[in-house]
């Protein structure tokens, strides 16, 4: 019987044994990006990962990392200080100087920080390729309808208050070229061409660096702009991307 028993171990850990082996060897083989894993340290220079949208929303969490993470980008902004009634508190923010290479963001906005590392980062690995892909060149404006906005969602007198209520979302409502043609969410999303190619392509990369994205795609109310938002569902929370 002991025999028996020790036998039924060591195959037990012989088994163990190979499936770390054959672990490590793939983890050697395929070697994956430090986004695609979740204790690594977020960069906004780094392609986007497996981790990239959860890292960046996290980071409501964490002002001053946020913070450090965009200076080390090189977007220069103001730190402004919680604000807005009690229902509505928005934490600390981040006003952006205008630096199209970093966030060409039109007008200049007040955003929670971890939407404004979402979309420093959007722009530099989704817009900016997706534009050089589809039209040649760069995007040198996104315009959008705003952040910050002391509302419940769709504005109704009752239910679940907005991320716009804390700063912690942005409307994107176009897209300028170098070349002056502009990209509109209203009037191209359902073209057949590079137009609405560029806008879903964008929608698409954006699901990578947001917590939630919504598209004309998902209701009427969203016709006319891409929702980008950052809310902290925790570490595994479920995205919305529509």
Not at 127 to 155: D, K, N, W
Not at 162 to 172: F, K, L, R
Request: hydrophobic share 45%.
């Amino acid at each position: 019987m002991a025999v028996s028993i020790a036998l039924r171990w060591l195959r037990r850990i012989v088994v163990l044994a190979l499936c770390a082996a054959v672990a490590l060897v793939a983890f050697a083989l395929f070697r994956p990006a430090p986004q695609d894993l979740p204790w690594t340290p977020l960069r906004l220079d780094q392609p986007p990962g497996v981790f990239t949208g959860r890292k960046i929303a996290a980071l409501g969490r964490d002002p001053a990392a946020c913070a450090t993470l965009l200076k080390n980008a090189g977007l220069r902004f103001t730190a402004v200080p919680a604000r807005g009634p009690t229902q509505c508190r928005a934490p600390d923010s981040i006003r952006t100087a205008a630096r199209q290479d970093v966030l060409a963001l039109s007008p200049v906005v007040t955003t929670a920080c971890p939407v404004t590392a979402g979309l420093v980062a959007w722009q530099a690995h989704v817009i900016q390729p997706a534009a050089q892909r589809l039209f040649g060149t760069t995007v040198a404006r996104i315009e959008h309808f705003g952040s910050y906005s002391c509302r419940r969602m769709y504005g109704r007198e009752e239910g679940s208050w907005s991320e716009h209520s804390t700063g912690n979302a942005i409307d994107v409502s176009a897209f300028v070229l170098t070349d002056g043609r502009r990209i509109s969410v209203l009037r191209d999303w359902s073209r057949d061409d590079p137009r609405g190619r560029f806008l879903h392509a964008v929608r698409d990369g954006g699901c990578g660096m947001f917590a939630t994205v919504l598209s004309p795609d998902y209701n009427a109310a969203h016709r006319d702009h891409l929702h980008l938002d950052q809310a902290d569902r925790g570490d595994m929370g479920w995205r919305a991307c529509r």
